[in-house]
């Protein structure tokens, strides 16, 4: 008998867990729990006024700050966020996009503190700004300035940082939002061609070093439980980048054309309903991208099994560091060569994603790109309606999810017996000691007015941004004030919705909602019922918001949806302005206690109290409860997936607001 097993056992991926939360203090103190653990990268998570360049104090920062993750203001943070973890033996990743140059330019003066070698910091800043215009909506600036600043930040790593991966093109999101596997396949590809076309033409980078830039782009990707696609979808990715790397950019350097990528398997796939059935699911996720060793992930993090409930405690991060442990050195996994090699169903499998990516990624670059894409709408409108069918699937029954819409029955569960306590809780207190250290800091330095000048100046120019803003960095601004500097020159963005199809999603009831809206609306007198959909606060991730509103637009209603990150002021005004029936509020980030309170305020000292308000969003439900108490007529959460009966019950609501 032949061994076939590898000569030497392969080292294991990057293990990370997603972590960060409340303050730099208490981030810091997670970080080195878990590094104890055998956690052996870091990843970190940013609020969402770091993510999108406002400072602690800012307006729409209310209730947003320490929720998703740290807040980082200005060097101090960057300092306590780091202290006591020595950064030349560090790998960290930060998932940060538009104030990616900002970051990573307080690490680097972090690192330069310690006394640490440039040429010796490991990790990676995500900077991916594309798919946030089209997911996950943390952008600031419009996309041709968005590109320069990723542009400058790769020109400066590759030559001062050059084992940092300066961008993390990220098609996680774009699975969230309903890529199928050839669609994330194609728009990933399309957004690093636009990045390597932009690096190459700057000039900012020799020629015969280009080969340093392709050998630092890496990818972070989803991977969702149907693992036997997923292991083709990256087998399909791998092929695709070196042919790719090689025809396009002339890569010679095999090892350079290498598809390098982290993950963390599919977090939206998580269900509020029998959570422990997400134990399960986030082991099949994780084999889709480990046991091809042809295409296996270069680090991996995992979500909680809890992660649709609420943010997770220590503990359940430590479950799913396990579970990465557990495959990696209990199993044998690591001593053989790839198992798929010379499969004929995986061969097929792949082929056939290979083909219609690369169909659709001619479709892109034929419109001018995937700039040109974003900006006509094209790209969101395609994933809003990839959701919409998935969603409708769900509700048909064609899409099994145990324990959602088949094997509902279950015990009670004892992971959940405690109640509110089977989440992590941010105290309210983190924001306001957060607004108060700020204050006391900009008191504190010195006078800051020239270097954001200077910063003013350099965009204003086409020179690298990347001095600029570690000078800014050295003399204590703050990530508001960086951002609110760029903001002047650059100007912000507004994505498009994606809603501008008409998309029907026949489902065994919508027939029955759509008489029941045609007959409310002349209950009322009204040509139309017009419902608000709004998303108040920092919060980008669009997709349940986005669903609702193609869903009720679907069954007649008149749909007034301005897209994200809008103050509760701007919602109000919106709701007199259209003369709606129904405000539909949603928030994911767990700010929504704040948020809904602001807008109910809003719609009071409007005059309209009385117009109906419902809500959605992950919602414990003791914070349920508060928000009905407060006057809102309906919460919706995770565990409603049947989005017509939910539009159903929107009719419903706007009947009983008139006593129909």
């Not at 538009?98 to 990790?123: D, F, H, P, S």
């Not at 400058?152 to 940092?164: S, Y």
């Not at 983190?430 to 006391?440: D, G, M, N, S």
Request: charged share 20%; aromatic share 6%; proline share 4%.
């Amino acid at each position: 008998m032949v061994d076939e097993r590898l000569p030497e056992r392969d080292r294991p991926w990057v293990m990370r867990t997603y972590a960060g939360h409340s303050s730099a203090a208490a981030s810091n103190a997670l970080f080195r729990r878990n590094l104890a653990k055998g956690q052996t990268g870091l990843s970190v998570a940013f609020d969402l006024p770091t993510q999108t360049g406002y400072d602690p104090d800012a307006e729409l920062a209310r209730g947003e700050v320490g929720r998703v993750g740290v807040p980082v203001a200005h060097l101090g943070d960057m300092r306590e966020l780091f202290g006591g973890i020595d950064l030349e033996r560090a790998n960290t990743s930060m998932t940060i996009n538009a104030t990616a140059m900002w970051l990573l330019a307080l690490y680097v003066t972090c690192a330069r503190e310690q006394g640490v070698e440039l040429a010796r910091l490991a990790g990676t800043t995500q900077n991916d700004i594309v798919k946030e215009y089209l997911s996950r909506g943390t952008h600031i600036f419009p996309p041709r300035p968005s590109l320069r600043l990723t542009t400058d930040t790769i020109a400066w790593t590759v030559a001062n940082c050059p084992r940092w991966n300066p961008v993390n093109i990220c098609s996680y999101h774009l699975q969230e939002a309903g890529a199928t596997p050839v669609q994330e396949v194609a728009f990933a590809l399309a957004t690093a061609i636009a990045v390597l076309d932009a690096v190459r033409d700057s000039g900012q980078v020799a020629p015969e070093r280009f080969g340093d830039v392709v050998a630092r782009i890496s990818f972070f990707v989803n991977a969702s439980v149907r693992f036997v696609e997923e292991t083709a979808k990256m087998r399909a990715f791998t092929a695709m980048w070196d042919r790719l790397t090689e025809s396009r950019y002339g890569v010679a350097d095999a090892s350079a054309r290498r598809f390098r990528y982290g993950v963390q398997v599919n977090s939206l796939g998580l269900t509020e309903a029998q959570p422990e059935n997400n134990v399960q699911r986030i082991v099949l996720e994780m084999l889709g991208v480990t046991l091809s060793r042809g295409a296996r992930a270069r680090a991996v993090q995992l979500p909680a099994w809890n992660e649709a409930l609420g943010l997770p405690r220590p503990w359940d991060q430590q479950w799913s560091l396990r579970m990465q442990q557990v495959l990696a050195f209990e199993s044998d996994l690591l001593e053989y060569p790839d198992l798929f090699e010379g499969s004929k169903v995986m061969d097929a499998l792949v082929g056939e994603i290979v083909e219609g990516a690369t169909e659709e990624l001619e479709r892109v670059l034929d419109m001018g790109g995937v700039v040109a894409a974003v900006e006509s709408g094209y790209l969101k409108s395609a994933l809003v309606a990839s959701l919409a069918e998935r969603r409708a699937r769900l509700e048909r029954g064609d899409d099994v999810v145990v324990g959602v819409n088949r094997f509902t029955e279950t015990e009670p569960s004892p992971l959940l017996a405690a109640g509110a306590a089977a989440i992590e809780q941010i105290d309210p207190a983190v924001e306001q000691a957060a607004v108060a250290a700020i204050a006391a800091w900009r008191s504190a330095r010195g006078d800051v007015t020239s270097c954001l000048e200077a910063l003013r100046a350099a965009a204003s120019g086409d020179g690298n941004l990347m001095e600029a803003t570690l000078a800014c960095v050295e003399a204590g601004v703050t990530t508001g004030e960086w951002a609110g500097t760029l903001r002047e020159v650059f100007g912000e963005y507004r994505a498009p919705t994606g809603l501008t199809a008409t998309l029907s999603t026949p489902t065994a009831n919508m027939d029955a909602v759509r008489a029941r809206v045609r007959r409310t609306a002349e209950d009322l007198g009204t040509g139309r019922l017009r419902m608000l959909v709004g998303k108040p606060g920092l919060d980008g991730h669009s997709n349940g918001a986005e669903q609702i509103a193609v869903r009720a637009r679907d069954a007649g209603f008149e749909v007034v949806y301005q897209g994200i990150r809008l103050t509760p002021a701007q919602i109000v005004a919106a709701a007199v302005e259209e003369d709606v029936d129904l405000v539909g509020l949603s928030v994911l980030s767990g700010s929504h206690l704040a948020a809904v309170a602001s807008v109910l305020s809003g719609l009071r000292e409007s005059g309209l109290g009385d117009l109906p308000v419902v809500v959605g969003g992950i919602i414990p439900p003791g914070d349920a409860e508060t928000l009905r108490s407060s006057g809102v007529a309906r919460v919706f959460t995770p565990k409603d997936f049947a989005i017509t009966d939910v539009v159903d019950e929107l009719v419903t609501v706007v009947r009983e607001a008139h006593n129909l």
